[in-house]
């Protein structure tokens, strides 16, 4: 989203000056003051891409704000239900790339360097795919991230940066609709009776 330079002076200044305290703490508080306003500014800055109208999708985009690389972090995705689907191994087959959600594909945005499952990423913007396994998963990083979802085909496959493995396991229950959360050192993939732990640092 494009924002003119009248708009950042703006949240500068009201970052900057405070609840009326003056200059003497515009002073003594001026770096600190600064950083805050970038941060802001950063976060603020940090938006999906969507393609076409989000009304009425029967996947709803999601939001998943967090930190990552000193930085703040966005996760973009469409959530899908089961809907009395099987899901693992059959609506999402095994072995075969799949968007890791529905619509476009689920994003990851980044406003400081960081590592995910072990890859090293500047900042930016990355989408993220998946290969399912019975056993194990493999999950591809791409600079490519302002398109559809699907296909995922050879050219799409062209520009990834980097892929790393991870192993599924149980939910304690299932879970309708597909959903990212933010643990400790991770970010947890859930979706009928199985989840997935992505490594964020190491």
């Known amino acids: 989203m494009k924002r003119s330079n009248a708009w950042y002076l703006a949240v500068f ?4 000056c405070g609840g009326g305290s003056g200059e003497a703490e515009m002073a003594e508080t001026g770096e600190a003051g600064d950083e805050m306003a970038s941060a802001e500014m950063v ?3 940090l938006s ?11 996947s709803p985009l999601q939001e998943l704000r967090f ?14 239900s089961a809907r009395e689907r099987v899901v693992m191994g059959e609506l999402v087959p095994f072995g075969e790339p799949w968007r890791v959600g529905a619509n476009e594909p689920t ?5 400081a360097d960081a590592m995910v499952g072990g890859v090293a990423l ?10 399912p396994g ?7 990083l791409n600079s490519n991230f302002e398109r559809w979802g699907i296909p995922i085909d050879a050219e799409v496959r062209s520009t990834e940066i980097g892929s790393f493995s991870a192993m599924p396991s149980a939910t304690a229950e299932m879970v309708e609709m597909m959903t990212f959360e933010h643990m400790d050192g991770a970010l947890r993939l859930s979706w009928e009776n199985t989840q997935v732990d992505i490594p ?3």
């Open 13 to 16: 200044f009201v970052a900057g």
């Open 43 to 45: 976060s603020a800055e």
């Open 48 to 58: 999906c891409v969507v393609m076409g109208d989000v009304e009425g999708r029967q």
């Open 67 to 80: 930190s990552a690389g000193g930085g703040e972090a966005l996760l973009c995705y469409g959530a899908p």
């Open 107 to 111: 994003t990851l945005h980044l406003s």
């Open 122 to 131: 500047a900042t930016g913007s990355y989408s993220l795919y998946a290969t």
């Open 134 to 140: 019975e056993s194990e998963w493999e999950f591809h």
């Open 200 to 202: 964020l640092g190491m």
